[in-house]
């Protein structure tokens, strides 16, 4: 194990913040939490951590990164809702980029020798012109969600120029896992399960061919792991490079979970794309990262923890 830091996690009562808190524990680091509550559930936060219900855009943070003398940020805050940001644009791009940018300077005035963004492959590309699509892919957002991500990815890269922040961006595809929320609007995976296990209808939106990136949450934090010690400027995608549709994705459910009601269909949703197939090559070849859950055990998975947490 490498020496033992002091890490801030930005939203770590959510599913991917917490999942990283709890690998970060095991390693024996002190972690700290902050995060508001908005979607982030307290019952996520693990024992061990010490947490503040806390608005990214607080000025009360930096105080934090003083007490705890951070070394290191992983930033998962955010409002993260695409359909959300359609409605509430300026609340998402106070959240995301003002509140992120207050990060930043938390960041710069403590010394803090890196920071990973999460951002997303599947909102900053948009509708891509090729797929899988790869980092060189332009930023071409088609909703305020993605287009908050976007800039606080140029806001990382002129803190690097200006400041020498190390940082790590990775473009996340469909993460689904133990951990997130069943209830909201966002989460596909889990919304699903949930509505099976319970013998709800299940709707699709739209015709079901959308495709997508699933990645299981495990290979996502080992991913946000390694970067503490190898950040510097790299911008990756962190996906499997295969593509499932919603049709596929929702029979596979269907067959684990034993649901046996006919699937209906609604309209599509504003905003969505078609297809979000990210390749990873990148980090790959740099750091040896590469999925490793297959789609059916991740799915096994999720169900069974889901069951569980009922």
């Given at each position: ?106 960041c ?31 930023m ?22 200006l ?27 889990s919304i ?17 061919d ?10 996502i ?90």
């Amino acid at each position: 194990m490498e020496r033992k830091i002091n890490i801030l996690i930005t939203g770590g009562a959510g599913f991917i913040g917490s999942n990283i808190a709890r690998a970060l524990l095991k390693l024996g680091h002190e972690v700290v939490i902050v995060d508001d509550l908005y979607s982030g559930r307290l019952s996520n936060v693990p024992d061990g951590v010490k947490f503040f219900k806390m608005d990214i855009r607080d000025k009360n943070l930096e105080q934090i990164f003083k007490e705890f003398k951070i070394d290191y940020v992983s930033h998962q805050a955010a409002r993260g809702d695409v359909r959300g940001s359609i409605d509430r644009p300026e609340e998402y791009a106070d959240v995301n980029i003002r509140g992120g940018i207050n990060v930043l300077e938390c960041c710069r005035l403590n010394k803090v020798k890196g920071i990973a963004f999460a951002s997303s492959g599947g909102c900053v590309y948009g509708e891509p012109l090729f797929t899988p699509t790869d980092e060189s892919h332009p930023m071409q957002p088609r909703d305020p969600y993605g287009a908050t991500k976007a800039c606080f990815e140029i806001y990382l890269k002129t803190y690097r120029q200006l400041y020498g922040l190390n940082f790590t961006i990775f473009r996340y595809p469909n993460v689904y896992g133990p951990y997130q929320n069943p209830f909201g609007d966002a989460g596909v995976i889990s919304i699903l399960t949930k509505a099976m296990l319970e013998n709800r209808e299940v709707v699709i939106n739209g015709a079901g061919d959308q495709i997508r990136d699933f990645v299981f949450i495990d290979d996502i934090v080992r991913a946000n792991i390694m970067a503490i010690s190898l950040s510097k400027d790299h911008v990756f995608n962190v996906g499997t490079g295969f593509g499932t549709d919603i049709n596929c994705l929702v029979a596979t459910l269907a067959e684990i979970t034993g649901y046996k009601k006919a699937i209906k269909h609604g309209p599509a949703k504003i905003g969505e794309v078609s297809k979000s197939l990210l390749d990873s090559q990148l980090i790959n070849s740099a750091w040896g990262w590469h999925s490793e859950v297959s789609l059916k055990d991740g799915l096994i998975a999720t169900v069974e923890f889901i069951k569980s947490d009922e």
